[in-house]
């Protein structure tokens, strides 16, 4: 079956300018985590959903970032007012949510200039 | 909330010899700790976990132990090959059940070279 999805595969966008990252999950996965990587860094903790639960959002750096979660299935990571320092590799992973395998997406590289 | 570290950040063995990662974490009621390896431009992938209901765990050339009591869990990679280069992650989470559970959490990340 399908893994996990995210769109685009790149994005590049001018500063201050609003961007929407896209993960389909594997379909049903009740866990999904957003997680942020710099260039030769480690994981950063973005966001947690876990099922119909309030997410975690304990990761997001500033009220500029934020995701939901739609019917338990797709998320959205948008950041708004995009500045240089959000240049990254935005990683989604989903899992059964019955502390198993967590799969990535294969991330969106988002540049901003 | 849980704090994973990961020692050490960057490690160089020489090809068939073998390496060990360390990493602590602080949530005692942690209870599932995967680890992820990164090949360059790719994303992370698992190779093995383990759960705290046992102590030890093989699967061909790797091995991972855990120590409950010292929260502490290690990765060992014997007789090492240049396809082993990559960036290895731990992780720990909570049981489902408990508040935050399932929640993973990672280390900094250890960058492996295997020297041929």
């Known amino acids: 079956g399908a893994g996990v999805s995210q769109s685009p595969s790149n994005k590049v966008t001018e500063k201050g300018k609003d961007v929407e990252l896209r993960c389909d999950p594997i379909s049903g996965h009740t866990a999904l985590y957003w997680y942020r990587q710099s260039l030769g860094q480690g994981l950063e903790f973005l966001i947690y959903?876990?099922?119909?639960?309030?997410?975690?959002k304990s990761g997001l750096p500033s009220d500029r970032f934020s995701a939901e979660r739609t019917g338990g299935s797709v998320s959205t990571l948008t950041i708004q007012r995009t500045q240089q320092e959000d240049s990254a590799v935005y990683l989604c992973?989903?899992?059964?949510?019955?502390?198993?395998?967590?799969?990535f997406g294969q991330g969106t590289r988002l540049t901003v200039v | 909330g849980e704090n994973v570290e990961q020692h050490p950040s960057t490690l160089s063995v020489q090809e068939g010899d073998s390496a060990v990662i360390k990493c602590t974490y602080s949530d005692s009621a942690s209870n599932y700790f995967p680890w992820y390896k990164q090949e360059l431009g790719k994303r992370p992938q698992l190779i093995i976990d383990?759960?705290?209901?046992?102590g030890e765990k093989k699967d061909q050339r790797i091995a991972v132990t855990l120590n409950k009591t010292a929260k502490h869990f290690s990765l060992h990679i014997t007789e090492t090959q240049p396809e082993d280069s990559a960036v290895y992650f731990c992780a720990a989470s909570r049981p489902p059940w408990e508040a935050a559970g399932n929640k993973l959490t990672f280390g900094g990340g250890t960058r492996v070279l295997v020297k041929p």
């Open positions: 992973a989903s899992s059964p949510g019955m502390n198993t395998e967590a799969f």
């Open positions: 383990i759960r705290s209901n046992v």
């Open positions: 959903f876990q099922g119909n639960s309030a997410p975690d």
